[in-house]
């Protein structure tokens, strides 16, 4: 009898949401705390909002948020430099909040919107709520240090030289203007992976819909237009608010070729027989490469590519697909 009773706690326990929100939730803050899987923190979240709910959801990222915050709060008080780089550090909070925000907007507009809107919805909450640490990364001369890093480690420029400079500086421009679709990548890969996690059903039609993805002509011109004051910016410098607006554009469009691009890639493993581990295996490159410096130079820039090739060239394995399915997946 003591045994049944023993048996009957640990499953009404078990059935309990709030331990499993509890769970997934030290697991988004493990998984973004250790760095390289900081790309896929969102996914446990994302979890806790298809099992249980938008509610559930909204406690979840609270908790990953209040978590963070005490850990960087425990950092900074061992921290020798803690006066010189605490309002800075407390700054970069905001990516998290960004983020977890974002996975909480497009969960509650996804049913509402069509989701080229939420997308643009979520950049520019993106923008909003990131804009104040960007501002401060302009001003502050580490920021370019690490630039400089970047650059020394990519090209063996070996330090110096006018061309150096020029080229820190365009970069560091670069990374400011298009912030916000770091983040939209983050949320959007976490809400996609979560769902396909959580659902055999959904894995099965997503898979399906995803590799027929084709985007509408309507954004060639808008991704050649901003492109274009994408160069006027660059030459003339109007303005930092012209260059955020006109590459937060820029990057919305470059990123939904992006998509498509990796919709090639998808519907080629579909025409290879190839199963569930090397589809997930590719998204999860994508989106941990995204955060690895220089390979994410290599897919923010191959990807859209790639999916703008589909405008003047015709990829035979795709032909099938896009026939029996016209227009944008939901």
Not at 223 to 247: A, E, H, K, T
Request: net charge positive; proline share 3%.
């Amino acid at each position: 009898m003591a045994n049944q009773h023993g048996q009957n706690f640990w499953h009404s326990l078990g059935q309990q949401p709030w331990l499993h929100v509890l769970g997934m939730g030290m697991a988004s803050v493990l998984l973004y705390s250790v760095g390289f899987t900081m790309g896929i923190f969102l996914i446990p979240l994302q979890l806790v909002h298809e099992r249980w709910g938008l509610g559930n959801l909204l406690y979840g990222a609270g908790l990953v948020l209040v978590s963070l915050f005490l850990l960087l709060e425990y950092d900074l008080a061992r921290s020798i430099d803690a006066d010189t780089t605490a309002s800075l550090m407390r700054l970069t909070m905001l990516m998290p909040a960004a983020m977890v925000g974002g996975l909480v907007l497009l969960n509650s507009t996804r049913r509402k919107l069509h989701w080229t809107v939420s997308l643009g919805v979520l950049q520019v909450a993106g923008a909003v709520i990131l804009a104040p640490l960007m501002v401060r990364f302009l001003r502050e001369g580490p920021f370019l240090e690490f630039i400089g890093l970047l650059v020394e480690g990519l090209f063996e420029t070996g330090g110096g030289g006018q061309g150096t400079e020029d080229l820190i500086r365009f970069l560091g421009n670069a990374m400011v203007r298009t912030y916000a679709l770091g983040n939209t990548v983050m949320v959007l890969g976490g809400f996609f992976l979560g769902r396909l996690v959580s659902s055999r059903d959904y894995r099965k039609s997503w898979g399906i819909g995803f590799s027929r993805y084709q985007v509408n002509r309507v954004w060639l011109w808008i991704f050649i237009v901003s492109g274009f004051l994408g160069l006027i910016d660059l030459r003339f410098n109007p303005g930092l608010v012209f260059g955020l607006v006109v590459w937060t554009i820029l990057s919305c469009a470059g990123f939904i070729y992006g998509v498509q691009g990796l919709a090639i890639l998808w519907a080629w493993l579909i025409n290879r027989r190839g199963g569930l581990a090397p589809k997930g295996g590719l998204a999860v490159l994508v989106l941990v490469g995204m955060i690895i410096p220089g390979v994410n130079l290599v897919i923010s820039l191959g990807l859209p590519l790639l999916g703008l090739s589909e405008t003047w060239i015709t990829y035979t394995f795709r032909v099938k697909e896009r026939k029996a399915h016209e227009g944008n997946f939901k």
